[in-house]
């Protein structure tokens, strides 16, 4: 399946409109009601997706002063699909100048024999801000997970902020080893990035013990911008620290 879903939003001097909202294939695209201010855009699956063999997109614009938050309607599940080659999902994400976007899916489950390779692309104005929060739950109940390749990479002013790929499930090497994710099976991070941030934020452990899950939460080099990483045991001690994490950053 080849598909790509496409959302604008803008500022017509008083609120956040959505001029776009194009569902195509899986994702269909609905518009929520709001609760505290900006538009809220629901990402619903239509079909089971993404399986093997699927080139699915997601492109949204956000333009001057616009704020928006993206959800789903349910956790996105990579499955085994009829083709014998990797699923991939790309989203493109740019936000311009002054404008708000709240990205907050449900979590992604890789489950045994899916292959996916996922990449998030965001481009930031230098006065625009970003929540950005990502959940992946490797297999379901006593499951091995299937492979999962992830990326995100983040620009502000055209400067790289952030670059990061990892990768879960065989075949890559250590990724459920000691220096990996150990026993922890949910994994995820939580990007804020805000022209207001304080600049004396300082590296933050959070959690009651280290060796069991645990976030930590430091500030990126270059821009103001907190990066929370947590490993847990269930995807909802997952939430819990990144929701704590969210806290000590300053935000709500």
């Given at each position: 399946m080849l598909a790509t879903a496409r959302i604008r939003a803008a500022h017509n001097g008083r609120t956040t409109t959505l001029p776009l909202l194009h569902s195509d294939g899986p994702f269909h695209l609905r518009r929520l009601r709001s609760r505290h201010g900006p538009a809220r855009v629901g990402v619903i699956g239509a079909m089971s997706a993404p399986l093997g063999g699927d080139r699915l997109a997601l492109d949204v614009v956000l333009g001057a002063r616009a704020e928006l938050e993206v959800?789903?309607?349910?956790?996105?599940?990579a499955l085994r699909g009829p083709s014998a080659g990797p699923a991939t999902y790309d989203v493109r994400v740019?936000?311009?100048?002054?404008?708000?976007?709240?990205w907050l899916p449900h979590p992604l489950i890789s489950t045994r024999g899916s292959t996916l390779h996922q990449s998030h692309r965001v481009d930031l104005a230098p006065t625009s801000r970003l929540l950005w929060r990502e959940e992946q739950l490797l297999g379901r109940t006593a499951e091995p997970p299937g492979h999962l390749s992830t990326r995100l990479t983040v620009r502000r002013d055209g400067r790289p902020l952030l670059d990061q790929h990892t990768a879960y499930g065989d075949p890559a090497p250590a990724w459920d080893g000691p220096a990996g994710l150990g026993p922890h099976r949910a994994v995820?991070?939580?990007?804020?990035?805000?022209?207001?941030?304080?600049?004396?934020?300082?590296?933050?452990?959070?959690?009651?013990?280290?060796?069991?899950?645990?976030?930590?939460?430091?500030?990126?080099?270059?821009?103001?911008?907190?990066?929370?990483?947590?490993?847990?045991?269930?995807?909802?001690?997952?939430?819990a620290l990144l929701d704590l994490c969210l806290a000590r950053a300053g935000r709500t």
């Open positions: 959800t789903t309607g349910a956790a996105t599940i740019t936000v311009g100048e002054h404008a708000s976007l709240h995820g991070q939580l990007l804020v990035v805000d022209p207001l941030l304080s600049p004396e934020h300082e590296p933050l452990l959070v959690g009651d013990d280290p060796a069991a899950d645990c976030a930590v939460l430091a500030p990126l080099a270059d821009g103001p911008a907190l990066l929370a990483t947590a490993v847990a045991g269930t995807p909802a001690r997952l939430r």
